[in-house]
C-alpha cells in the first residue's frame, strides 16, 4: 500500500512527541547564520505541514511539496485554519518543478532517506540547485547508520491511543542498506468503527560521506555536517545529521 495513505490520518496524533517549534528554531538559527532570515523558502517533503506553518509565521513565504495526496490534505486543512499563505504543490521530490527560484530549501524529518537510489538522490540535489536562487542556502536532515542498525534494527514498537493505535515492524537489510517497516494501524472512523490499514515503508541509510559526494556532484558547496540540534560534528552513536549548503555565486 501506497506510504503516507492510511498513516495520513493519524500522522500528527502519533507525532505529537516530536518538538516541532524546537526544530524549526534550530533550522531558523542555520538559515539566519547564512544570511537567510527573509524570503521565499521551500519545505521539500512537508507532509502534514507541521513545520512549514511554523516557517510560514516566521515570515517565510513558504512552498510545500509533498508526495503524498493525503498528507496535503491535511496541511491544506491547517493552512484553512490558520490563514497563512502557503502554495502546497503535489509532486515527487526526484522530479519537482517550481515557477521560480527561491531563497532557501529546507527538508527535515528524514524525508531524504525515502529516497532510495544514489541516482535519485543526486537528482533531487540537482533540482535543488537548479531552483535556489545564487548563494541559496539547502538544510536537510537525515537518519544515520547507527539509527538503523543499533535503535531501529529488527524490533517491534507498538503504541495505543484512544482513536488509535499501531504496530510497526521493523527490518533493516545492512547488506543493502534498506530499512523497511511494515505498519499496522487502526484508526477509529467517526462511525465508532476500527478501520485497518496497512502501509511499508522504505528508507535507505546513507553513509556520509556518499552524501557528500553526491552534494559535491550536483554542485552544490557542502558548508556544515552537524549532529541533530547541535553545532557539534557527528558523533558514531548520532541518529540525525543535518546538512547545511549552498548554491555558490555565479
Known amino acids: 500500500m501506497e506510504a503516507y495513505s492510511g498513516f495520513a490520518k493519524v500522522y500528527d496524533l502519533f507525532m505529537d512527541n516530536i518538538p516541532y517549534k524546537e526544530w524549526t528554531d534550530y533550522v531558523k538559527e542555520l538559515l539566519s547564520e547564512e544570511g537567510v532570515k527573509e524570503g521565499i523558502l521551500l519545505d521539500l517533503g512537508c507532509g502534514t505541514g507541521s513545520v512549514t506553518e511554523l516557517l510560514a509565521e ?17 496541511a491544506i486543512e491547517k493552512r484553512d485554519q490558520s490563514g497563512l499563505d502557503i502554495l502546497y504543490l503535489l509532486q515527487d521530490m526526484r522530479e519537482f518543478e517550481l515557477y521560480g527560484t527561491v531563497k532557501g530549501v529546507v527538508s527535515i524529518c528524514d524525508s531524504m532517506n525515502y529516497i532510495l537510489e544514489d541516482e535519485e538522490l543526486s537528482e533531487v540535489f540537482r533540482l535543488v540547485y537548479n531552483y535556489l536562487d545564487n548563494e541559496g542556502i539547502f538544510i536537510f536532515d537525515m537518519n544515520t547508520v547507527y539509527k538503523y ?5 529488527d524490533n517491534t514498537f507498538a503504541e495505543d491511543r484512544e482513536m488509535s493505535s499501531f504496530i510497526w515492524e521493523n527490518y533493516y537489510d545492512q547488506e543493502e ?23 511499508t515503508h522504505l528508507q535507505r541509510a546513507y553513509e556520509q560521506r556518499k552524501v557528500e559526494e553526491l552534494l559535491n556532484e550536483s554542485g ?12 557539534e560534528i557527528p558523533a558514531e552513536n548520532s541518529e540525525r545529521i543535518y546538512f547545511v549548503c549552498r548554491r555558490p555565486a555565479r
Not at 516566521?58 to 491535511?74: P, Q, R, W
Not at 542498506?177 to 465508532?192: H, M, P, T
Open 149 to 153: 542498525e543499533r535503535v531501529l534494527a
Open 220 to 231: 552544490l558547496e557542502l558548508l556544515h555536517v552537524y549532529d541533530a540540534f547541535t553545532k
Open 58 to 74: 516566521a515570515g517565510f513565504d513558504m512552498i510545500g511539496i509533498d508526495n503524498s495526496e493525503e498528507m496535503l490534505d491535511i
Open 177 to 199: 542498506a534498506i530499512n523497511q517497516y511494515d505498519l499496522s494501524l487502526f484508526v477509529r472512523e467517526k462511525d465508532g468503527r476500527y478501520c485497518k490499514y496497512e502501509e
